[in-house]
């Protein structure tokens, strides 16, 4: 079954602002988001933690947040003065552990465009 459900892409103004949600099955460790722009490499986004603990892409630093909700199993990128550059697909992605070893469910993407 899908694991990961996201939304909230779509096509803003430099400056602009989006709020990405993304819908675990259940709860995950940790969880985040990768971006692929046209030509590039996925790259990180930013990561949380399932205590709090956050990382993000020195280019986004100051402009977008990342939270969750563990009770919704629900993680949010709060993306503020989007630039051109953001321009990409957003991958939602977590992971958990079984006794196995390392589990990472990757979402659908879903397309931000930064365009005047």
């Known amino acids: 079954q899908v694991q990961l459900v996201e939304s909230g892409g779509g096509l803003v103004q430099p400056g602009g602002s989006l709020r990405l949600s993304c819908v675990a099955a259940?709860?995950?460790?940790?969880m985040g988001w990768y971006r692929q722009a046209p030509g590039k490499q996925r790259e990180l986004v930013a990561t949380i933690a399932g205590g709090g603990s956050m990382n993000y892409e020195n280019s986004v630093k100051g402009r977008f947040t990342i939270s969750r909700d563990n009770a919704k199993n629900t993680v949010y990128l709060q993306m503020n003065g989007l630039q051109v550059e953001d321009t990409a697909v957003y991958y939602c992605?977590?992971?958990?552990?079984?006794?196995?070893?390392?589990?990472?469910?990757w979402g659908q993407g879903t397309q931000v465009t930064v365009s005047s």
């Open positions: 259940r709860s995950m460790n940790v």
């Open positions: 992605y977590a992971q958990t552990y079984n006794r196995y070893g390392t589990l990472t469910y």
